[in-house]
């Protein structure tokens, strides 16, 4: 019975597929159009982001535009782009130490608060990644809870502490500050990234004698290098955006660029031109990395979890 | 992963769980404490009782910001997914756009917040900004500084710009993971471009579309620096979302114990979502 | 170190001790019956007796305020709702 059926199956293809080889073509043709009708996206896919693009560059680009530009110009004439190009309004920022130091000081308590996030966040990030413990899950729930915390719950409580332990307007105060919400997010990223590494090498490593702090070096560093660039990154961006608490814990000696700019606004307001110059300035850290980072920065933002 | 039972992986975790108490549970036990006391300086601390919380549940003004925040927060969501789920299935998949684009969208993200309010603050001027010179030149009656409706569609626009690349590169990142064989699969049945969508690509979604969502509304609902910046919370109170509000009231009043109380208000629901959050995050990713 | 201006009263320490309190006797007794109890209640997925307690608590505030709001300032009612409430969620989430 078998052998008969397979015959005749076989039978029924060979006999089907020459009369047919033609007009399955032209099925094939058909079936190829309708695809490139219904199923494909049409010709002018780009157009979407093309045009999302020119929206999301046009207020940048007005900004580059105006920090080019002389005070008279900006005010008098409305011009699509600068006329007599200026670098004056840079000038102004590099040689004026009210205006420099605010990069430094940002710069100086960005760096801060990256090295401790990040150093504190990697053991934390391998004991969530592998092991389990008491209050495990409730614990990394309540590191979420403190990224999502809005820091002007946070502004006033943090002023009266660290006024008492006397480090208001100094750098390691808005970098400890700044901690709320950057260590959970690097134990987040790196704990995600950590994940992504067999535990099979761990138990190699220890079978092959290695210390933990060895292992941990030597060997799970380099490879969750990429997880640790990305978490240093991310904890950098994230304290040099923040407005408020930063404002809120210096006056003079600390003071960040962000802060130094709204200063200008309220006070003078008129100086558009450096305004617009510091604000570039403050752009190009993250346009300088964001190259590097450019296939994680859904990761980061999404807290490792994409 | 299989993970080991193992508590002395308390001991790595205890410089993250010390650093984090210190800025986070110091902080948030003097405001718990403040909420129930009257001050008028020189730590001079009066016991105050539910007082406090009485008066933020029955002020208008607390309801009032709260009601312009999530009306705020649904506006942004509304705009914000669709547009980024459009753009997302619209991107390139391969070649040289693909780094472009990831680049470019990328790039508001990584702006300092009080520089987003500084771009569009200025943008929007009538007499120095593109938008604004545009839209006069036009013959529209644009002015976000005097007009509350201006203001609303100035920093929902300036929300759209900042935000909505998250959602196009979540969306993204959730797209390039399906492979090629599903969409082969779909062309030979002829499936349409919608039942591609629904059937292939939202599933797939779904994810990142939930991380998309959360985030979103969380930031939303906590946002502070950009409206701030651009109009300061006018004009008059009506871009005073709770977080304005709250610093108005900590910082330009000194008002401790009503601002305390505020603050255990808004950070109670704050708690709350983010359970929400992690429960249905945990939940999908053990369904998977 | 000066601590006046965290503004300590004895009902918000012993309200931070009940706290601790609660979260040690919880570490207790995850170590006497280890795993948490983990089970599908009415909230149709898995919980643990920690999650129960955070419910309990959140919830808790939340009747706190919903009373405060809406009936009025005497909140030994609303303790006594609270303790309720938790013992529901602990028998039945």
Redesign the interface.
Request: hydrophobic share 55%.
């Given at each position: 019975m078998a052998r008969l059926e397979e015959t005749t199956a076989d039978g029924r293809t060979l006999m089907r597929q020459t009369p047919a080889s033609a007009e399955a073509q032209t099925a094939n043709a058909t079936?190829a159009r309708?695809?490139r009708r219904?199923?494909?996206?049409s010709r002018f896919?780009?157009?979407?982001?093309t045009i999302?693009?020119i929206?999301?560059?046009?207020?940048?680009y007005?900004?580059v535009n105006?920090s080019f530009k002389t005070n008279q110009e900006?005010?008098g004439a409305?011009s699509?782009w600068p006329r007599n190009p200026t670098i004056a309004n840079y000038m102004v920022i590099f040689t004026d130490p009210s205006w420099y130091k605010g990069y430094i000081n940002s710069i100086i308590y960005v760096v801060m608060n990256t090295v401790?996030s990040v150093t504190?966040?990697l053991?934390?990030a391998?004991?969530?990644?592998?092991?389990?413990?008491?209050?495990?899950?409730?614990?990394f729930?309540w590191?979420?809870?403190?990224r999502?915390?809005?820091?002007?719950?946070?502004?006033?409580?943090?002023?009266?502490?660290y006024?008492?332990?006397g480090l208001i307007d100094t750098h390691i105060a808005v970098a400890?500050?700044h901690?709320?919400f950057n260590?959970?997010l690097a134990?987040w990223i790196l704990e995600g990234f950590m994940?992504g590494v067999p535990?099979e090498i761990d138990e190699t490593a220890y079978i092959d004698g290695y210390s933990f702090p060895r292992f941990f070096l030597r060997i799970f560093m380099p490879l969750i290098a990429s997880g640790i660039g990305v978490a240093c990154f991310f904890c950098f961006?994230f304290s040099?955006?923040?407005?408020?608490i930063a404002r809120?814990l210096t006056t003079t000696a600390a003071k960040p660029i962000?802060a130094i700019?709204?200063r200008t606004?309220s006070a003078s307001g008129l100086d558009?031109g450096v305004?617009?110059a510091a604000?570039v300035l403050?752009?190009l850290p993250?346009?300088l990395v964001?190259?590097f980072v450019?296939?994680y920065?859904?990761?980061g933002?999404?807290l490792g979890?994409? | 992963?299989?993970?080991?039972?193992?508590?002395?992986?308390?001991f790595?975790?205890l410089?993250?769980?010390l650093?984090?108490a210190?800025?986070?549970i110091?902080?948030?036990m003097?405001?718990v404490n403040?909420s129930v006391q009257d001050t008028f300086g020189n730590n001079d601390f009066f016991w105050a009782g539910s007082e406090w919380f009485d008066e933020i549940l029955h002020s208008d003004r607390f309801w009032e910001a709260m009601g312009r925040n999530l009306v705020f927060s649904a506006i942004i969501l509304i705009i914000e997914i669709p547009l980024g789920i459009?753009?997302a299935?619209?991107?390139?998949k391969k070649g040289w756009?693909v780094?472009v684009?990831?680049?470019?969208?990328?790039?508001?993200?990584?702006?300092?917040?009080?520089?987003v309010g500084?771009?569009?603050?200025?943008?929007g001027r009538v007499?120095?900004?593109?938008?604004g010179?545009s839209l006069r030149a036009l013959g529209f009656n644009y002015n976000y500084v005097n007009d509350p409706f201006d203001a609303w569609i100035t920093v929902i626009v300036m929300d759209v710009?900042h935000w909505?690349?998250?959602v196009?590169?979540?969306c993204?990142?959730?797209l390039v993971s399906i492979p090629d064989a599903y969409?082969q699969a779909?062309?030979?049945d002829?499936?349409?471009?919608w039942a591609?969508f629904r059937y292939i690509q939202l599933p797939k979604m779904n994810r990142?579309l939930l991380?998309?969502v959360l985030?979103r509304f969380?930031d939303s609902?906590?946002i502070?620096?950009e409206p701030f910046?651009v109009t300061g919370g006018g004009p008059g109170n009506t871009t005073t979302f709770?977080?304005?509000d709250?610093?108005k009231l900590?910082?330009g009043e000194f008002n401790?114990g009503e601002?305390?109380a505020m603050?255990i208000v808004?950070?109670l629901i704050?708690?709350l979502?983010?359970?929400v959050?992690?429960t249905v995050?945990?939940a999908y990713d053990a369904e998977q | 170190?000066?601590?006046t201006?965290?503004a300590w009263t004895l009902p918000t320490a012993v309200f931070f001790i009940t706290i601790l309190a609660l979260l040690c006797g919880?570490?207790i007794w995850?170590?006497v019956s280890p795993g948490g109890n983990p089970r599908v209640g009415v909230l149709r997925f898995e919980t643990?007796r920690?999650?129960r307690l955070?419910l309990s608590l959140l919830g808790s505030a939340f009747i706190h305020l919903a009373w405060l709001g809406l009936v009025g300032p005497n909140l030994w009612w609303a303790l006594a709702l609270s303790v309720v409430y938790a013992i529901g969620v602990f028998r039945y989430v």
């Amino acid at each position: 019975m078998a052998r008969l059926e397979e015959t005749t199956a076989d039978g029924r293809t060979l006999m089907r597929q020459t009369p047919a080889s033609a007009e399955a073509q032209t099925a094939n043709a058909t079936l190829a159009r309708k695809m490139r009708r219904r199923g494909e996206e049409s010709r002018f896919w780009w157009l979407v982001p093309t045009i999302y693009i020119i929206f999301l560059m046009l207020p940048i680009y007005w900004l580059v535009n105006m920090s080019f530009k002389t005070n008279q110009e900006i005010l008098g004439a409305f011009s699509l782009w600068p006329r007599n190009p200026t670098i004056a309004n840079y000038m102004v920022i590099f040689t004026d130490p009210s205006w420099y130091k605010g990069y430094i000081n940002s710069i100086i308590y960005v760096v801060m608060n990256t090295v401790i996030s990040v150093t504190v966040a990697l053991p934390a990030a391998y004991a969530f990644s592998r092991y389990r413990f008491l209050g495990d899950k409730h614990l990394f729930f309540w590191l979420l809870t403190n990224r999502m915390a809005p820091p002007a719950v946070f502004a006033l409580p943090f002023f009266q502490l660290y006024s008492a332990f006397g480090l208001i307007d100094t750098h390691i105060a808005v970098a400890l500050a700044h901690c709320l919400f950057n260590v959970p997010l690097a134990v987040w990223i790196l704990e995600g990234f950590m994940s992504g590494v067999p535990k099979e090498i761990d138990e190699t490593a220890y079978i092959d004698g290695y210390s933990f702090p060895r292992f941990f070096l030597r060997i799970f560093m380099p490879l969750i290098a990429s997880g640790i660039g990305v978490a240093c990154f991310f904890c950098f961006m994230f304290s040099w955006v923040e407005l408020l608490i930063a404002r809120t814990l210096t006056t003079t000696a600390a003071k960040p660029i962000a802060a130094i700019m709204t200063r200008t606004v309220s006070a003078s307001g008129l100086d558009w031109g450096v305004l617009a110059a510091a604000g570039v300035l403050t752009i190009l850290p993250g346009a300088l990395v964001i190259w590097f980072v450019r296939n994680y920065i859904a990761k980061g933002f999404a807290l490792g979890r994409v | 992963m299989e993970r080991t039972w193992n508590n002395k992986a308390w001991f790595m975790v205890l410089p993250v769980l010390l650093l984090v108490a210190f800025s986070a549970i110091i902080p948030l036990m003097t405001v718990v404490n403040y909420s129930v006391q009257d001050t008028f300086g020189n730590n001079d601390f009066f016991w105050a009782g539910s007082e406090w919380f009485d008066e933020i549940l029955h002020s208008d003004r607390f309801w009032e910001a709260m009601g312009r925040n999530l009306v705020f927060s649904a506006i942004i969501l509304i705009i914000e997914i669709p547009l980024g789920i459009f753009i997302a299935l619209n991107m390139p998949k391969k070649g040289w756009g693909v780094p472009v684009c990831l680049v470019l969208m990328a790039l508001p993200l990584l702006i300092p917040w009080n520089v987003v309010g500084t771009i569009w603050q200025v943008f929007g001027r009538v007499d120095i900004g593109l938008l604004g010179y545009s839209l006069r030149a036009l013959g529209f009656n644009y002015n976000y500084v005097n007009d509350p409706f201006d203001a609303w569609i100035t920093v929902i626009v300036m929300d759209v710009w900042h935000w909505t690349s998250l959602v196009v590169l979540l969306c993204y990142a959730g797209l390039v993971s399906i492979p090629d064989a599903y969409y082969q699969a779909a062309k030979i049945d002829g499936a349409s471009r919608w039942a591609i969508f629904r059937y292939i690509q939202l599933p797939k979604m779904n994810r990142v579309l939930l991380i998309a969502v959360l985030l979103r509304f969380m930031d939303s609902f906590m946002i502070y620096t950009e409206p701030f910046v651009v109009t300061g919370g006018g004009p008059g109170n009506t871009t005073t979302f709770l977080s304005i509000d709250l610093v108005k009231l900590a910082i330009g009043e000194f008002n401790l114990g009503e601002a305390a109380a505020m603050s255990i208000v808004y950070f109670l629901i704050i708690m709350l979502l983010s359970w929400v959050f992690y429960t249905v995050m945990t939940a999908y990713d053990a369904e998977q | 170190m000066n601590l006046t201006w965290m503004a300590w009263t004895l009902p918000t320490a012993v309200f931070f001790i009940t706290i601790l309190a609660l979260l040690c006797g919880m570490a207790i007794w995850e170590y006497v019956s280890p795993g948490g109890n983990p089970r599908v209640g009415v909230l149709r997925f898995e919980t643990t007796r920690g999650d129960r307690l955070f419910l309990s608590l959140l919830g808790s505030a939340f009747i706190h305020l919903a009373w405060l709001g809406l009936v009025g300032p005497n909140l030994w009612w609303a303790l006594a709702l609270s303790v309720v409430y938790a013992i529901g969620v602990f028998r039945y989430v």
